[in-house]
């Protein structure tokens, strides 16, 4: 069964810090795609980043940047300095293809506050 | 382009009350797909429909139920509202159901049962 573990449940970080949030994966398909989104106080899922299993390369966004790792079924996502308006809580999401692609299962989240 | 819209956004029913949600897609949208979030359990799949048709169901009990109508749009209903049931309920629509594309959510319905 797919199973998604953010173990963070909160992180502060002062403005223009560095931080990583985590998120370990578990699924027996060898064909899945990793997600993470951002859910700010509106409410809204903001999607971030989407990577298949077969693709390994750490991305970079701006100031987001992705390290994708199989062999430790890890998918972290760190922000380079850190901003108030990144206050959000984040989540990573797991969706296998075996069947045609099964929903998302979501991690629990990492609720992320900025202090300026 | 509009996005995912909900109504309504707020919602407050009682015990045993039925309730049915909305949700319409982005345009050329023919997925669409609801999500429960509770602080509890977080966010977990209701269901996920495609041109009208169910192409998936979460593990929730039968009084959860929905449909999509030819236009996209979708619908929620979920009757005998237990207090459990309070939760903010997300539809995210995409244009095809393979993961490749890309799920754009709407801002949700806040469901509060008393």
């Known amino acids: 069964a797919q199973k998604v573990t953010q173990a963070q449940t909160e992180i502060s970080v002062v403005e223009k810090e560095d931080v990583t949030l985590d998120c370990v994966y578990e699924t027996r398909d060898t064909t899945y795609y990793l997600f993470w989104y951002k859910q700010p106080p509106s409410g809204e899922l903001v999607f971030l980043i989407r990577r298949n299993s077969f693709d390994e390369q750490n991305e970079i966004s701006g100031r987001y940047s992705w390290n994708f790792q199989k062999s430790t079924s890890s998918f972290n996502f760190t922000i380079t300095a850190s901003q108030v308006v990144d206050s959000a809580v984040y989540f990573c999401a797991l969706s296998e293809q075996e069947g045609g692609n099964t929903p998302l299962v979501f991690g629990k989240g990492t609720r992320l506050s900025v202090i300026a | 382009k509009a996005g995912v819209t909900q109504t309504p956004r707020y919602l407050i029913k009682t015990r045993g009350q039925q309730v049915t949600l909305s949700c319409s897609p982005i345009?050329?949208?023919?997925?669409v797909s609801w999500y429960q979030q509770t602080p509890g359990q977080g966010l977990q799949f209701l269901f996920e429909y495609f041109s009208e048709t169910q192409r998936n169901k979460g593990n929730f009990p039968g009084r959860f139920s929905g449909r999509q109508f030819s236009n996209s749009r979708s619908e929620m209903n979920v009757s005998t509202l237990e207090l459990g049931d309070s939760a903010l309920y997300l539809c995210?629509?995409?244009?095809?159901?393979?993961?490749?594309?890309?799920?754009?959510f709407g801002p949700g319905t806040r469901l509060t049962v008393t």
């Open positions: 345009s050329g949208h023919r997925s």
């Open positions: 995210a629509s995409s244009l095809g159901s393979n993961r490749l594309y890309e799920q754009y």
